[in-house]
Structure formats: C-alpha cells, structure tokens
C-alpha cells in the first residue's frame, strides 16, 4: 500500500522559512509524479507545487513563485517543499500527493494522499 508521510511544519513569523517533507513509500515510484496542496479553514485545497520523480519538470503555482522550492531524493523516496518568505497568507495544511506520470496541477488527478502537516505564519 502506499503511505505518504508529511513532516516539517509548524509557527513562523512572517518573513520566515520552513523545510517541509514527504517520505513515500509501498511501491516504486519511477516516473511519478508529486505534487504538494494546501488547505486553509473554509477553503478549497488549491495546488502549490509539482514536481517529476526524476526532478527535470516542475510546476508551481503564481502564489508562491520565486519563494518555494520543490524538490525531490529519489534514493530517499523523498520530496520536500522549501517555503521561504512565508506569508500569513501560506497558513494552511499542507498535503503532499502522488500520480502516475505527468506533472499537473489539478487536485482530482492525484491518486494518493497524506495526511498533512500544519504550517501556521504569524504576522
């Protein structure tokens, strides 16, 4: 079966930085993809970032341009979303996500899900 496991979030103050990850494991990943989503209370889950396992497409979205970085440890099984400059704004739980072959960023295409990680950015 396969789990994705997020860690990494927590309370920053705005301006701040956090390294989320995501340990995926229960088959073989190679020509996956993984996305990271977030949530925020009363809204819809909205993309944030995807990536290719073998990490040469990437995909994110206008809200977080130049401030995330995505990337991925194929020897680790290991996907991690580097946030910086967080916004009050970014405060959300946030998912990582797997689908079979290509990047995209519509959050019906992903087949498999965590359980998420808070990410809380004061002002």
């Known amino acids: 079966q396969v789990q994705l496991i997020e860690s990494g979030g927590g309370l920053v103050q705005a301006g701040g930085s956090l390294r989320l990850s995501c340990a995926a494991s229960?088959?073989?990943?190679?020509?996956?993809?993984m996305g990271w989503f977030r949530q925020a209370p009363g809204k819809e889950r909205e993309f944030v970032a995807a990536i290719s396992w073998s990490g040469r497409s990437t995909l994110y979205a206008d809200s977080v341009k130049g401030r995330f970085t995505i990337s991925i440890d194929n020897a680790k099984n290991t996907v991690s979303l580097q946030a910086n400059s967080l916004k009050p704004e970014d405060t959300a739980v946030y998912y990582c996500?797997?689908?079979?072959?290509?990047?995209?960023?519509?959050?019906?295409?992903?087949?498999?899900w965590g359980q998420g990680t808070q990410v809380t950015v004061s002002s």
């Open positions: 229960g088959r073989t990943f190679s020509r996956y993809a």
């Open positions: 996500a797997a689908r079979y072959n290509a990047v995209v960023l519509t959050t019906t295409d992903y087949d498999y």
